[in-house]
């Protein structure tokens, strides 16, 4: 059975929105961080891991089932483990739990290793995985069938320098910094997410630009990121309507 890892805090002022909902982008940054301490405390972290093999862990997709987000000042617990691995894919799970300890978002991320040098993806080694109990099996996490988008709304995102992570690329949150910017403030007032499925497909550079895109149908949404004629990204999100809450510093 995986080694679960737990960590606990309360929902930072600056980690949330103007509903007082926890920005979904810093969520995922925090998960990370949570598994990354999980790894150091197993042996295995990601320094380690480049020292000792040259390999870097990339993240290929995000699935996100969301009963309901925490809110600013809420308590929660992120749980992980590395729950199952196949010759070429990990699947890490994230359970967020509330202080009554109720799951209400479950997250589920496709990891892959890649050698440094050449960028190519490297098979998953016993090495590694063996120090968190992962499991091996066939079985592949599959998501939707993304359809290329050739409509719908689009916006243009400079490319900056704080959005790029040590490796010299773009910090995989904020790819979904630009899938929910491009709705709009007003329909993200009045929305939240109930699913999201998040696909990577292509790094995007440094210094370039590029284009967020998205078709609705409902309350739900098909979204593009992509730059130099190339897919970068796509996601799929479910939304459902909220009130906004009008939350004040200090209330």
Known sequence: ???????????????????????????????LQVSGMQSIELGMSDMYILEN???????????????RLPVFDEKITIETYAMSHNRLFCYRAFNIKDEEGNTIIEMVATFVLMDRDTRKVHPVMSEITDAFDSEFSKTMLRGPRFKELEGGVEQEYRVRFYDLDMNGHVNNSKY???VFEVMGAD??????????????????????????????????????ISSDGHINAQAEIEWEEVEEKGWTYGK
Do not use: C, R
């Open 1 to 31: 059975m995986a080694k679960t890892f737990e960590y606990s805090m309360k929902i930072p002022f600056d980690m949330s929105d103007v509903n007082g909902y926890i920005k979904i982008p810093q969520l995922i940054l925090l998960s």
């Open 53 to 67: 093999y040259n390999l870097v862990w990339i993240i290929t997709d995000y699935n996100m089932k969301i009963d």
């Open 176 to 178: 979904l910094d630009w």
């Open 187 to 224: 329909f993200l007032t009045h929305h939240v997410p109930k699913k999201v499925h998040l696909k990577y497909v292509k790094e995007v550079l440094a210094g370039g630009v590029i284009t967020s895109q998205y078709e609705q149908e409902g309350l739900k949404t098909q979204h593009q």
